[in-house]
């Protein structure tokens, strides 16, 4: 009886580091950012408020403002990879539970529903698990971000390390591509 007690609190004490520690890691970036000064603060904040809040292309339509914005390509990339990675993690370590927190709770059942219509759409890309996730994920469509995607992968079965590992392959060519597009390195005229 002592082992079950010790073996579930240990569970909730898992439990609960899996929903913190993608809150911490964001409280993080927010802290660096503030310290490194209000002009690179401001400027990144409007890059993620564009980027959170644009409901087709996302990570396309934000690049361009970035990069007007003066933010290096690198940090632009790192910085977009970084926000679709947490988001990922949250979702693929909380798939469960995450539509049952208030609030977050109705944005999390309106992704899942978007994961579902997404996966009856684009039924090709779930076929083939991995590749399939990750090249889901590099287009640009509607319904084709990381938190779709996270949900997706877990929706059609993949363990929540693969899931998030498709999910930040996918968001880090996708980013590279568009932002490569935006410098000129790759033009296809």
Request: hydrophobic share 60%.
């Amino acid at each position: 009886m002592k082992d079950t007690v010790a073996m579930v609190r240990q569970m909730r004490k898992i439990a609960i580091a899996k929903f913190v520690i993608p809150f911490c890691f964001a409280g993080a970036v927010v802290l660096l950012f503030w310290f490194a000064g209000p002009e690179v603060y401001t400027d990144y904040a409007k890059v993620f408020g564009i980027y959170s809040f644009m409901p087709i292309g996302g990570a396309v339509a934000v690049i361009p403002v970035g990069l007007n914005l003066g933010i290096p390509p690198a940090y632009l990339i790192s910085f977009i990879l970084f926000t679709d990675a947490d988001v990922a993690l949250f979702l693929v370590w909380n798939f469960k539970y995450a539509n049952k927190i208030p609030v977050l709770g109705k944005l999390v059942v309106i992704t899942e529903e978007k994961g579902e219509k997404a996966i009856k759409k684009y039924k090709w890309a779930m076929r083939f698990g991995f590749i399939g996730l990750m090249l889901f994920v590099i287009f640009p469509l509607q319904w084709t971000g990381s938190a779709v995607g996270a949900m997706a992968g877990r929706l059609i079965g993949m363990t929540a390390g693969m899931t998030w590992l498709a999910v930040v392959a996918g968001c880090f060519i996708r980013s590279l591509l568009a932002t490569l597009i935006c410098i000129g390195v790759i033009s296809f005229l």
